[in-house]
């Protein structure tokens, strides 16, 4: 798992934030289930991890029971749809891909355009499954790294 966490890692461009969150659902319906882990990261401890301002919350999905790998698979899979594809890696049978999706939208206190952007970030293999989503907005490669490499 710690390998898969890694390529991730590797593979991280500068991340960002969007206003819908599809994850949730998905980290609340793995967290039950045995053999699958979770983590939610706020601003704050992300920050207090080495992150910039910037960084919203981090949600992670890791799945080591092979019988789920399929359906973490479908799952990613039907809320990427939305999202750009920015990057794959196929490897010895594990694939690592980046999806990035970026919304504008005016700010509630001030009203100014404000670009919020989101990184996915899945890396399936036969045996397990880990999908990370970084939001926040200006979040560079080496913190979210040392974010990831602390966890």
Known sequence: MKRLILLIMLCLPS???AQTDHIAPLVDKYSTMKNCSTVVL????????GANAGVEYMQMIAV????LIGELKSDIEAIAKGYNLLMAVNSSGELV???HVTQVFKGEKDNKRKELQE????????SEGVVVR?????????EATSILENL
């Not at 706020?42 to 991890?49: F, T």
């Not at 080591?64 to 019988?67: P, T």
């Not at 990184?119 to 036969?126: A, D, G, K, Q, T």
Request: glycine share 6%; aromatic share 6%; hydrophobic share 45%.
């Open 134 to 142: 970084l939001v926040g907005n200006d979040i560079k490669l080496n």
């Open 119 to 126: 990184y996915l970030i899945v890396s399936i293999s036969e």
């Open 42 to 49: 706020s601003g704050d401890m992300l920050r207090s991890m």
């Open 15 to 17: 991340v960002a934030m």
């Open 97 to 99: 891909k980046i999806y």
């Open 64 to 67: 080591e029971d092979v019988k």
